[in-house]
């Protein structure tokens, strides 16, 4: 396991360029090394903004869509062209807008009756198409939650411990929307190649600093679980998401493309 890589932006505007810029580049890097990018995308506010900056030129031209393969971290239990739905998001503000093959896009289904049955399915699609035991993803991202959840991984819940699963179904969530969710488990999470957060806000502020610089208490701060077994693991923060933390003036460089 690497150290944290910690970057900090002044605003949130920058760090969605910066971090689809950083998408891009991982791509790129990964589809020269192994002819093919996998990413998993995540729900919530921060990534569509991001999302929208993939979807236009230049960024939407570089990237090497059809070798380019989009899974998600987490869904909820919702019909796929609900408001709610995270397929939908990433489709409003993205998928829609490039030329990525119908079949490279995975989206998690919930709506059959059996949500455990679902989830199980997902991880065999995940197996049957990303090498590794577990698969080894190159980018994951990930979102952490005002409770300092990330994916539908919620502080105290059994879905925390699970050891053998690669993705599991959640009760309701204790956030809205209240519905059930499938999530991937640290298991799949910490076998990627990079976990990329992607935290703005100053509502986030106080859980970032309990995460990052408070003591160790994963069952009640899910975020402190993302540990890549033999990966990198980046948070990228706007400032006032990074405010409270204590070392952690804006980094000027952050935005040199070398850094980021
Ligand atoms: C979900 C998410 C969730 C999200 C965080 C942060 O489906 O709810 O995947 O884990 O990433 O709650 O969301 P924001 O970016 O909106 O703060």
């Not at 869509?65 to 408001?83: L, Q, Y």
């Not at 990433?90 to 989830?119: E, W």
């Not at 879905?159 to 991937?184: F, N, S």
């Not at 995460?211 to 400032?239: C, K």
Request: with cysteine.
């Amino acid at each position: 396991m690497k150290a944290a890589r910690i970057q900090i932006y002044p605003t949130p505007d920058a760090l969605s360029d910066a971090a689809a810029l950083h998408i891009v580049e991982q791509a790129q890097k990964a589809v020269t090394a192994r002819d093919r990018f996998t990413i998993a995308l995540s729900g919530g506010s921060t990534p569509r903004a991001v999302f929208e900056r993939l979807a236009q030129p230049p960024l939407r031209d570089q990237l090497p869509w059809d070798k380019t393969w989009v899974f998600w971290g987490d869904e909820r239990a919702v019909p796929p062209d609900s408001a709610d739905s995270n397929y939908r998001m990433a489709c409003d503000a993205l998928l829609s807008h490039v030329p990525i093959p119908r079949d490279n896009v995975k989206p998690i289904l919930t709506q059959g009756h059996d949500l455990d049955a679902a989830a199980q399915h997902y991880a065999r699609v995940i197996q049957g198409f990303v090498p590794g035991t577990p698969p080894r993803f190159d980018l994951v991202l990930l979102g952490m939650g005002p409770d300092g959840h990330t994916a539908s991984l919620f502080p105290r819940s059994p879905q925390l411990h699970a050891i053998d699963e690669l993705v599991v179904a959640t009760p309701e969530a204790p956030l809205k929307p209240h519905v059930r969710r499938i999530t991937w488990t640290f298991r799949l999470i910490n076998a990627a190649a990079e976990a990329v957060f992607l935290v703005a806000g100053a509502d986030k502020a106080d859980r970032v600093a309990e995460v990052l610089e408070g003591p160790s208490n994963p069952r009640a701060l899910p975020s402190q679980q993302v540990v890549p077994i033999d990966g990198t693991l980046i948070w990228m923060f706007d400032q006032a998401a990074a405010s409270k933390l204590g070392n952690s003036p804006i980094d000027p460089t952050a935005l040199d493309p070398a850094n980021a």
